[in-house]
């Protein structure tokens, strides 16, 4: 019983270099989402993808980039990273009932760029 | 646009004590509306939700009402436990806008025993 699988857990980079995080989903769910948190700050939505083949942007998009690979992966991209982007990444996805259909979260990515 | 309020926080409680952790929002349409909760190291996991107004959500002792004419989403419980120790969000989504969910700030409850 999977759910929302997120890969790596853990990662330092240095400003300026790239990486990127994988999210894999196996409830055969349309919609996948990347949010960011911050202490005292909620969670702000980055990108997502109401189904396969789509991507929008989010709230702070800037300086990330996402592929929908297929339905049931959604990777985020940081192309040159800032200590600004010092953070924890979730992943989550949602089902067909759109504003109905809860949330299904990973556990994160904690992200530490110096 | 949407935008949800939750009460601040550290909230400290002892065992059995009653939980109210407050929620209100603004929205343009009719939204559903959500609490999750997160513990230490993992992802948030859905808690209780809501679709309509006065339709009350339940889960583990948890409850909370819709109340449309005050716009409020209100998490109680009425005796927590020690393993209650988490950070609740309280969180919306519409239809209008394309089912993505807005979240409060999160408010931390600690119980003590």
């Known amino acids: 019983n999977a759910g929302v699988t997120q890969t790596p857990k853990f990662q330092v980079l240095k400003t300026g270099q790239s990486m990127t995080l994988q999210c894999a989903q196996d409830m055969n769910h349309n919609s996948m989402y990347w949010y960011r948190q911050d202490p005292g700050m909620g969670l702000r939505l980055i990108y997502y993808?109401?189904?396969?083949?789509?991507?929008d942007k989010g709230e702070v998009p800037n300086g990330y980039n996402v592929s929908r690979l297929n339905k049931r992966e959604f990777s985020l991209r940081l192309e040159s990273a800032a200590p600004s982007q010092t953070s924890v990444y979730f992943c989550?996805?949602?089902?067909?009932?759109?504003?109905?259909?809860?949330?299904?979260f990973g556990n994160g990515t904690r992200l530490t760029v110096t | 646009g949407d935008s949800v309020t939750q009460m601040e926080g550290p909230v400290t409680l002892s065992e059995e004590a009653f939980l109210t952790i407050n929620c209100t929002y603004t929205a343009t349409g009719y939204p559903s509306l959500f609490w999750y909760v997160q513990y230490p190291g993992e992802g948030l996991q859905l808690l209780l939700k809501?679709?309509?107004?006065?339709d009350k959500g339940s889960n583990k002792g948890f409850e909370a009402t819709y109340r449309k004419e005050t716009t409020s989403f209100h998490l109680e419980k009425g005796s927590v436990q020690v393993s209650d120790s988490a950070v609740y969000f309280c969180?919306?989504?519409?239809?209008?806008?394309?089912?993505?969910?807005?979240f409060g700030d999160g408010t931390t409850l600690t119980v003590k025993p």
């Open positions: 969180a919306l989504s519409e239809d209008t806008n394309a089912g993505k969910s807005t």
């Open positions: 809501a679709t309509k107004a006065d």
């Open positions: 989550a996805s949602s089902g067909s009932q759109g504003a109905n259909s809860p949330l299904h």
């Open positions: 993808s109401a189904s396969e083949g789509t991507t």
